[in-house]
Nanobody
């Protein structure tokens, strides 16, 4: 069973930076797709970024500001968020699954973390 634990959420002013981390258990990390999603109350969970291991993918709204990276030796995936905007404030979730396309769909992932809150003040 895979377990994902996110960390690094917090409060930042607009224009600031934050780095989220996700630690994964299990032996299949290196061959898995890893994704970051976010969700506001009452809204659908939306795609932020993903890593297939060889390629990275980003939502248009974060492209150029966010960077996903992974460390297969440590079973971790990170999301560096720069130039934060108030609309980036959400609960951010880490996800893992066997690589399926499109990576932006929540149904492409099998496991989810509990989420970490990101708040951005204007």
């Amino acid at each position: 069973q895979v377990q994902l634990v996110e960390s690094g959420g917090g409060l930042r002013q607009a224009g600031g930076s934050l780095r989220l981390a996700c630690a994964a258990s299990g032996r299949t990390f290196s061959s898995s797709a890893m994704g970051w999603f976010r969700q506001a109350p009452g809204k659908e969970r939306e795609f932020v970024a993903a890593s297939s291991g060889t390629n990275t993918y980003y939502a248009d709204c974060v492209k150029g500001r966010f960077t996903i990276s992974r460390n297969n030796a440590k079973n971790t995936v990170s999301l560096q968020m720069n130039s934060l905007k108030p609309e980036d404030a959400d609960i951010y979730y880490c996800a893992q699954g066997r690589l399926r396309y499109p990576v932006r769909l929540t149904t492409s992932y099998d496991y989810w973390g509990q989420g970490t809150q990101v708040t951005v003040s204007s």
